[in-house]
């Protein structure tokens, strides 16, 4: 949204995440005057009712959740992204997940993430906005079949890698290079 506004166009942006190494575009954004950010990890949650914004001016919004519901509670004409996860598996089947780096073989429960797995052997595993969106969870995968369910990777992708907060195994393996 930003390279798209208009050269004389005045704006600001909160940019809000974990931690700055899960923050996709930070090294494009860092060094303007008009980016704030606000990494979880290091300064806890943005404190949304000290901004002041213009009374004209238009305030989009993306993210999780609750961080949807305290702008959309501090800036009722804020304009909302919701993003939602595909849901064209129900997730119900349990599978083997091979960490070929590690060594490890974990089992991902059904209706439980690739992420959740991993980063409970894993916990640095890096990850933000965990709805597919974003790309900081991709992983590249090494055998096995893919039921892709982002809305991100191309088919190039695709065919190498996964993003592990919400794609899953199609059949009873995968082998991930983690």
Same mark, same amino acid.
Do not use: K
């Given at each position: ?10 704006? #600001? ?35 949304? =009712? ?31 992204? #919701? ?35 991993? #980063? ?29 369910? =982002?809305?991100?990777?191309? =088919? ?23």
């Amino acid at each position: 949204m930003v390279r798209s506004l208009p050269e004389n166009m005045p704006w #600001r942006l909160l940019y809000c995440g974990r931690s700055r190494a899960s923050m996709p575009f930070l090294g494009e954004l860092a060094g303007d005057e008009r980016v704030t950010v606000v990494a979880e990890d290091e300064n806890g949650r943005p404190d949304l =009712d000290a901004l002041t914004v213009p009374e004209d001016a238009a305030v989009y919004c993306c993210g999780p959740q609750g961080l949807m519901a305290a702008v959309e509670e501090c800036f009722p004409a804020a304009r909302l992204e #919701r993003f939602a996860p595909r849901t064209d598996t129900d997730g119900n089947h349990a599978f083997e997940l091979e960490l070929r780096c590690s060594g490890r073989v974990l089992t991902v429960p059904a209706g439980s993430s690739v992420l959740a797995a991993v #980063r409970a052997e894993l916990p640095d595993t890096p990850y933000s906005c965990a709805q597919g969106f974003c790309g900081t969870c991709q992983q590249r995968v090494l055998e096995g079949e893919v039921e892709h369910q =982002d809305e991100l990777l191309t =088919d190039t992708e695709r065919a190498d890698s996964m993003l592990i907060c919400v794609s899953r195994a199609r059949s009873g393996r995968i082998v991930l290079d983690l």
